[in-house]
């Protein structure tokens, strides 16, 4: 009875599995337990049992080794850059999964910004770093991805974006925006994942995390969530993401009201830790919590949820 008039279902169509891959051996994630850094072969057949578990998307991060990074993030569109081996590697061995792959330079940058940095190195640099995401995003569709996502709150990022791979041929890549995008603590995990913090300019000593305010939103704004929204859909998003997702379900229902576009959500790396850490306690519940998690961000309004836990939740849908 309870089935037959629940509103909210959770499906593997529903949800996108992040993935991590680095040059060498697959090795854990500390911050992220069942996470790990792929090699290219073990990307691949984490892919294989994300596609049987029947998910229709995964999206792809690399860890960059931190002797290739520097100031200007010069390694994101080299030929060279591990990423786009691996989308190569999974469109071949699998063509019908989706590869969606993030466009922003954090994981280029010694500094751990997602764009370039004014002379002074107080604020990032918006309009120079433009050029360098539709390079990066060019480079992405060539590998073989079929949805780019701009993740780096920079204004205007999409409309270049959307330009570059137009005129490279790519008219068919899709856009999914990381349109309304906090400023959260949330995404510590994942920045060790990806080694993102900054440690190689002093960022280890630092007492703060990477702050990321100048560009990403305050947490405190929903009206500036609708207004980034509407410029992302001017500019030509195909899809609009919410970034957290869990401890912003408010902000996911009014985008999802405020736009036709399909909207996307991202449980991100520090709800995925919090949840493991109070269940390693023996605090929560792993599986009611986990999977009450992510119904809350459908039944929020998400049409489709990037979340850790993506194949464990699609294979026990199954
Ligand atoms: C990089 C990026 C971040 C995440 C996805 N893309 C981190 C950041 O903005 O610092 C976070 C994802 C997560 O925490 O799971 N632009």
Redesign the pocket.
Known sequence: MRALVRETKLSAEDLIQ?LFVHAGDPEAVASMPGVRRHSLGSLVEECRKCAAAGLRAVAV?PRIEADKKDAAGTHAAAPENILFAAVRAVKEALPELLVIT?V????YTDH?H?GLLTADGMDVDNDPTLAALGALAVAEAAAGADIV?P???MDGRVRTIRAALDAAGFEKTLILS?AV?YA?A??????A??G?AGDAVGGKNATQP?D?GGY?MDPANMREALLELQLDEDEGADVVMV??AGPYIDVIRAVREATLLPVAA???????AQIHAAAQLGWLDYERTRDESLLAIKRAGADMI?T?FAREVAEKIR
């Open positions: 992040p991060f993030d922003a330079l954090d994981p751990g997602d996502a993740s780096d709150m990381y995008k959260s949330f995404y510590g995990p994942f920045r994942a990806v993102s990477l990321k990403q970034k957290p991202y449980q991100v790396s520090g709800e995925y990037l850790y």
